[in-house]
């Protein structure tokens, strides 16, 4: 079983890292995990401590997206975003796009969204083309509070789109993240029953 040990951290030391390509996350402790793919295209994405870790694959080419206090792995970095800062949007290929946004809001403001969000995790297991993941973390001894994060993933026609949410509640606050990714069409139509998802 995987050690939960929490590590205080803040919401404000997180930092999100696109990467060209494949970034290793052996080195990361993954409390949950899941893929789905879908004619040609997979999303493999894991709660790495209170962080996560997405990786989109098409045709051989890959994007990592890394949101997480701990130091950063090395790889080719295309984007970096920091808490209080505006939506990033990055060319991806010819024609496709990558765009997030995210934004720390109060622990009550974000209650309703997280509700939601929940509910998209728990159906996920139900649909082929998602993945859901939630991790909670115990109480540091002596602390206060719970350190979550959740992570929501779909497959589209046209790419990917997640949301997130990373809940420091011995702060009170949470990141709630959107990612959008825009990769080009395959070749041929999607097909039904070429669906697959694992966790």
């Not at 989109?56 to 080719?76: K, Y």
């Not at 997280?114 to 540091?140: H, Q, T």
Request: net charge negative; hydrophobic share 40%.
């Amino acid at each position: 079983m995987t050690d939960a040990r929490y590590e205080d951290t803040s919401a404000f030391a997180l930092r999100l890292r696109l990467y060209d390509g494949f970034v290793d996350r052996s080195g990361f402790t993954v409390f949950a995990h899941g893929r789905a793919h879908c004619s040609g295209i997979e999303v493999d994405a894991a709660v790495i401590g209170c962080s996560h870790w997405m990786q989109v694959r098409s045709n051989g080419a890959a994007l990592t997206e890394l949101l997480a206090c701990q130091p950063a792995p090395a790889g080719r970095t295309l984007a970096v975003w920091r808490p209080g800062e505006a939506a990033i949007e990055h060319a991806v290929r010819d024609t496709g796009r990558y765009r997030f946004e995210a934004r720390v809001v109060s622990s009550e403001l974000a209650d309703g969204e997280l509700g939601g969000l929940r509910e998209l995790i728990d159906f996920a297991s139900m649909v082929p083309a998602e993945v859901g993941l939630a991790f909670e973390f115990p109480s540091p001894e002596g602390g206060a509070g719970t350190a979550e994060t959740l992570v929501w993933a779909r497959l589209t026609a046209e790419g990917v789109k997640a949301r997130t949410a990373h809940c420091y509640s011995s702060e009170g606050l949470v990141v709630l993240s959107s990612t959008d990714i825009r990769i080009p069409a395959p070749t041929r139509p999607l097909e039904e029953h070429e669906l697959v998802a694992s966790v």
